[in-house]
T-cell receptor
Framework: ETGVTQTPRHLVMGMTNKKSLKCEQHLGHNAMYWYKQSAKKPLELMFVYNFKEQTENNSVPSRFSPECPNSSHLFLHLHTLQPEDSALYLC??????????????FGEGSRLTVL | AQKITQTQPGMFVQEKEAVTLDCTYDTSDQSYGLFWYKQPSSGEMIFLIYQGSYDEQNATEGRYSLNFQKARKSANLVISASQLGDSAMYFCAMSEADSWGKFQFGAGTQVVVTP
């Protein structure tokens, strides 16, 4: 069993659809992240959750709605997306203390295509 | 502003040779962490190596070593004895003390190992 699991691995949706990406970590970490990876661009941090509390929203459009019900699960709810939102969405987790953060452990990503 | 710079978009290296991937960073923090990740075509980001800003020794992990030059703000990754399985994108990343967990990534370097 991999440490960070993302489902679905591939998703095709129309601009009017509503879908969700799911991420689950089995590492006992206390922080979870969503990153967006578009072609020819650096990874973009979207959201950070620390102990289920959102600590970072990197100016992400409201058509992306995160949810973190507990320290092991993270969702990204998608609605009325645009074609430019097509990308690889990577979930990650890490162990954070007051003084530092460990490395990120990533899932395999969810490849999203918006038609 | 981009805080992580990887100037090599792509590199070819012959099997069994060593390769150096460049990374420079920009920060005013005294405490920060530098990370290297590998991303094969499958999409998963794999953690390779970590260097803390206060670490006096260069980090090493198996065939990976990090050439840390603090004054020059560079953290180059050296892969020794390249293998065909090393073909992948390689990303340099940084996490700063004033925003632990908010990792910033470079644009990546595509490495192709040839027989």
């Amino acid at each position: 069993e991999t440490g960070v699991t993302q489902t679905p691995r591939h998703l095709v949706m129309g601009m009017t659809n509503k879908k969700s990406l799911k991420c689950e970590q089995h590492l006992g970490h206390n922080a979870m992240y969503w990153y967006k990876q578009s072609a020819k661009k650096p990874l973009e941090l979207m959201f950070v959750y620390n102990f289920k509390e959102q600590t970072e929203n990197n100016s992400v459009p409201s058509r992306f709605s995160p949810e973190c019900p507990n320290s092991s699960h993270l969702f990204l709810h998608l609605h009325t997306l645009q074609p430019e939102d097509s990308a690889l969405y990577l979930c990650a987790s890490s162990h954070r203390t007051s003084g530092e953060t460990g490395e990120l452990f990533f899932g395999e990503g969810s490849r999203l295509t918006v038609l | 502003a981009q805080k992580i710079t990887q100037t090599q978009p792509g590199m070819f290296v012959q099997e069994k040779e060593a390769v150096t991937l460049d990374c420079t960073y920009d920060t005013s923090d005294q405490s920060y962490g530098l990370f290297w990740y590998k991303q094969p075509s499958s999409g998963e980001m794999i953690f390779l190596i970590y260097q803390g800003s206060y670490d006096e020794q260069n980090a090493t992990e198996g065939r990976y070593s990090l050439n840390f030059q603090k004054a020059r703000k560079s953290a180059n990754l050296v892969i020794s004895a390249s293998q065909l399985g090393d073909s992948a994108m390689y990303f340099c990343a940084m996490s700063e003390a004033d925003s632990w967990g908010k990792f910033q990534f470079g644009a990546g370097t595509q490495v192709v190992v040839t027989p």
